[in-house]
């Protein structure tokens, strides 16, 4: 009954919703099964390329080829496929370009809606809501009754994707889970799309939409959806993956059209620190240069670091789409080229290229026509510099920036301008709280460590009159203490270096003792330092030229990561660096100004402060810190060293706008342990031991123990971060051995849950969060992910990265790792040292697994004189459901009693292993 109640519940929202689709202008179809699915769309295709086919329909044969080149490829390669056309051969050996899906001209495409359209793969499932266009699935919709949290929705795709979803459903470029109060939306993807990727959709005044109807309305509109399948997609070359668009960079590139197609004015957009401009930018300047009086678009940068990190990402999101051009003259050449709309270049260039009387006549090709210029970072005052420059020469240049800290009166640059004085309106915003409230990026955790302290009551001894600042900052008892401070809390800091950290100072010779005493210390920690150096420095008796101070640090770099670097190649350790702070090879980056603006790691969780910093600089800063990565990364962890309390508050309300600073900053250390605390008493109440837990009475009461213990962790999981943070049962109110066995008892639980699939429980809504409890980083993910990071084409970059990985699985403790230790062992040992650039590490890896997998079957089938295909079905059946098909087991074994029952306890065995091991 309680089955019938619910399929009702969601029958009806499935029903209420279709309606409304079809109000909007969907048609509805039945699509009972996938050959109902490729006859509808041999039927659209059919329409849609009419005037290509001549009258003459795709006949059998043609239909068949058609579906040889588009079906079974990966997410990726199907999303390409969808935005291309495809050339098949036809009967009479005539070529055609089929289109799949018409970006320019909507009309010409037919939306269509079905629902529980069944697919057989290793289990039956019948999808919910499907939207089609041109005969194409393109968007699925997962629905669960009110009530139900929308990720059970979640997990039903992820149960889909590995089991069913192939052929058409490739195509799938969006999925949607709702419970009808609660809605996000997400890319599809051939990796499993992380829960942190899924995005509730707002108006462009980032007023969140979460009900169903109100969703369908404005994010399933025909225009907006196709709007966002054509244009608010990217296509990842690098990665090969989908990405789509958050609801305020489709807005702000919306307003960015509009204002230099219609209005043909300026104006800047305000998105904060970390919340995608780069995408957004991209996407702008992509659908910018589509247009044909826009004769150039020119992305400018105002740092060489800033350049490559660019340059680099926009390749990601298309391939060769733009060069960095490291002379003048190649911005040049590249201006000259017609067939070249977009470039990125750094202002210094433009500025010498207009300046520069040899490059006159190429300039003077764009002294009226319309280009227009995409400034990144563009609160920085070398832009005001040079724009004036720039202004005089362009007559009918745009220029559209992007900040995360635009410039106000209160933080006004040098010449006393603002951001506004220079590109005049802002289009769209969406501040540091926004991004917060919609979980895209962290808040931070700020402390204050008093490193000095004058006599009788004087706090602050750097507010004496006439005392020597510099000497007392730099001075080496103070500098060791601190080193000595931050290896000592790093580890609890970085979830036992999960993440990294940086330390910012306030001048190269404070990087340089830092670096030095934390040396002298001789932690296990992974120290660097970058700064740039100055080719002529005056020399100083007594004291190292900076140059060769980081030769110094460079030299104990290549002995620790196996590298070359030098100071005759500076960009290449620039790089290596970065790409070590990315997956957490470096424990602790020193720096002065560099990485503290641009530079985007979300394994970047913790950044100390021993220098004064304000406004613009203060949050650009703290901001490096706040990506969003998984469960355990709940803020950004700033430590300060000197007291930049008032600062912070400062800087807080200008760029959120508010007087409030509660949403950006968060609680203090005591604060969370009174939440503790109160937790804890929620916990007891409910078991107040953890062996009463065994005690508990039906399903309801499990589950009330399961949600009391997982938000305790939570609070706990913060308390840990800080530098006061001790287990102890005086101030915590309950011992840390009590806190790990009510753990094991929140562990077993999980793992019944686990194993009880198949049965409708209570437990079941619950997202156990089970990543908090763990204390293993290392699994399969991460192990690719150090590959995925790699040169192959640099033999020692490449073999060391293995060796690290190598390293890693050996030591890693987990039970998946434990289960693929050999699996992966042979996969970086045979195949990763033959990887090459153009290579998908993920692809490599699904390809060895499955192979190896493939050889296991075959060795078992002929070992139990059992059918591959029948072995196989065994599998995707206790892999679906977690039930094994004992009786459909025992009638596949054909042998004498004694001999069948040891070979059904056999498969049984080989079932269970492989399907824990292939998982």
């Not at 703290?622 to 969003?628: E, G, K, P, Q």
Request: aromatic share 10%; net charge neutral.
């Amino acid at each position: 009954m309680v089955h019938q109640t619910r399929t009702q519940s969601e029958a009806q929202l499935e029903n209420e919703m279709i309606a409304q689709l079809v109000k909007q202008g969907f048609e509805r179809v039945s699509i009972p099964s996938v050959q109902e699915l490729q006859a509808n769309f041999r039927k659209q295709i059919n329409r849609l390329n009419e005037e290509r086919l001549n009258g003459q329909p795709l006949s059998d044969k043609e239909f068949e080829r058609l579906l040889l080149k588009i079906e079974g490829k990966s997410v990726f390669e199907s999303a390409k496929i969808l935005r291309d056309k495809e050339i098949i051969t036809r009967d009479d050996d005539s070529t055609l370009y089929i289109l799949m899906f018409d970006t320019q001209n909507y009309q010409n495409n037919k939306l269509q809606v079905t629902h529980q359209t069944t697919v057989i793969g290793r289990y039956t499932n019948r999808y919910d809501v499907t939207l089609l266009i041109n005969g194409l699935p393109l968007v699925q919709i997962e629905l669960k009754k009110r009530g139900l949290h929308f990720a059970e929705a979640y997990n039903q795709i992820m149960r889909y994707r590995k089991d069913s979803y192939g052929g058409l459903f490739n195509f799938l470029q969006v999925f949607v889970v709702s419970n009808g109060v609660d809605t996000k939306y997400f890319a599809n993807s051939d990796r499993e799309p992380m829960k942190s990727l899924m995005f509730f959709w707002s108006d462009d005044a980032n007023k969140r939409i979460t009900k169903l109807d109100e969703f369908t309305a404005s994010f399933l509109e025909p225009v907006m959806l196709q709007n966002v399948l054509s244009k608010y997609m990217i296509i990842n070359e690098t990665d090969k993956h989908l990405m789509v668009m958050r609801p305020y960079q489709i807005y702000a590139v919306e307003r960015i059209l509009h204002q230099t197609i219609q209005k043909e004015e300026n104006g800047y957009v305000w998105h904060t620190t970390g919340s995608g401009k780069t995408l957004t930018s991209f996407k702008a300047s992509e659908l910018l240069a589509q247009q044909e009086d826009i004769k150039k678009v020119i992305f400018l940068v105002d740092r060489k670091d800033l350049d490559s990190q660019t340059m680099e990402e926009f390749n990601k999101f298309e391939k060769d789409s733009v060069d960095r051009t490291t002379k003048t003259g190649v911005l040049v050449k590249q201006l000259k080229d017609p067939n070249r709309k977009r470039i990125i270049t750094t202002i210094q260039k433009m500025a010498h290229a207009v300046k520069t009387e040899r490059y006159r006549d190429i300039m003077n090709m764009y002294e009226n026509e319309k280009v227009v210029f995409v400034i990144d970072e563009c609160h920085r005052s070398q832009f005001g510099e040079m724009n004036l420059l720039i202004k005089r020469h362009f007559k009918r240049a745009q220029y559209i920036g992007f900040t995360g800290t635009p410039r106000f009166v209160d933080n006004k640059s040098q010449d006393g301008r603002t951001t506004s004085d220079l590109f005049q309106d802002c289009l769209h915003t969406y501040l540091i709280k926004d991004a917060i409230h919609d979980g895209n990026v962290l808040g931070f955790s700020v402390e204050y460590i008093s490193t000095m302290k004058g006599k009788e009551g004087v706090d602050d001894v750097t507010k004496v009159p006439g005392i020597d600042q510099q000497e007392l900052w730099m001075g080496d008892s103070r500098i060791g203490m601190v080193a000595e401070h931050i290896a000592e809390i790093h580890s609890n800091k970085t979830h036992s270096k999960k993440y990294t950290g940086l330390l910012t100072v306030e001048s190269i010779p404070a990087a340089i003792k830092y670096y030095d005493a934390f040396k002298k210390i001789n932690s296990d920690m992974k120290i660097t330092s970058i700064f740039s150096f100055g080719t002529n420095e005056e020399s100083v008796e007594g004291e190292e030229h900076t140059r060769h101070s980081l030769e110094r640090i460079m030299q104990d770099f290549n002995k620790e990561f196996s590298t070359n670097h030098n100071t005759e190649n500076f960009s290449s350790y620039f790089a290596d660096v970065s790409k070590k702070v990315k997956t957490a090879q470096i424990d602790l980056l020193i720096v002065v100004d560099m990485f503290l603006t641009g530079f985007d790691a979300k394994t970047l969780n913790t950044l100390y402060v021993d220098r004064n910093m304000q406004h613009h600089g203060l949050i650009q800063a703290y901001s490096r810190t706040n990506r969003v990565a998984g469960p355990k990364k709940m803020y950004g962890n700033i430590v300060c060293y000197r007291n930049l309390k008032e600062a912070t508050d400062i800087a807080v309300r200008l760029f959120s706008q508010t007087g409030d600073t509660g949403t950006v900053l968060m609680k203090s250390y005591n604060e969370y342990l009174a939440d503790f605390k109160d937790q804890l008493d929620k916990l007891l109440d409910v078991a107040l031991t953890p062996e009463s837990v065994d005690e508990l009475e039906g399903e309801t009461k499990q589950k009330e123990f399961v949600i009391a213990f997982r938000d305790l962790t939570r609070v706990l999981t913060k308390l840990k971060t800080f530098v006061e943070y001790d287990f102890n049962q005086a101030d915590m109110g309950i011992s840390e051995q009590t806190y790990k066995d009510f753990r094991s008892k929140y562990l077993h639980l999980y793992e019944k849950e686990k194993s009880e699939k198949e049965k409708v429980s209570v437990i079941n809504d619950i997202d156990f969060e089970i990543e908090l409890m763990q204390t293993d980083r290392i699994n399969v993910d991460y192990i690719l992910e150090l590959l995925r990071n790699t040169n192959f084409e640099n033999k020692n970059e490449r073999d060391a990265a293995v060796r690290r990985a190598i390293k890693e699985v050996n030591e890693a403790s987990s039970d998946e790792m434990r289960l693929k230790r050999d699996l992966l062992l042979e996969f970086l040992k045979g195949v990763a040292p033959t990887l090459t650039n153009n290579d998908s590490v993920d692809q490599k890896y699904r390809d060895f697994e499955n192979e190896r997998r493939k050889h296991e079957i075959q060795a078992m089938s002929q070992q139990l004189q059992v059918g591959e295909d029948k072995l196989e079905y065994f599998m995707k059946e206790y892999e679906f459901t977690g039930v094994s098909p004992d009786q459909e087991i025992n009638d596949a074994i054909k042998a004498p009693f004694k001999e069948k029952r040891k070979r059904v306890q056999a498969l049984k065995d080989f079932i269970y292993s492989n399907v824990k091991k292939y998982s």
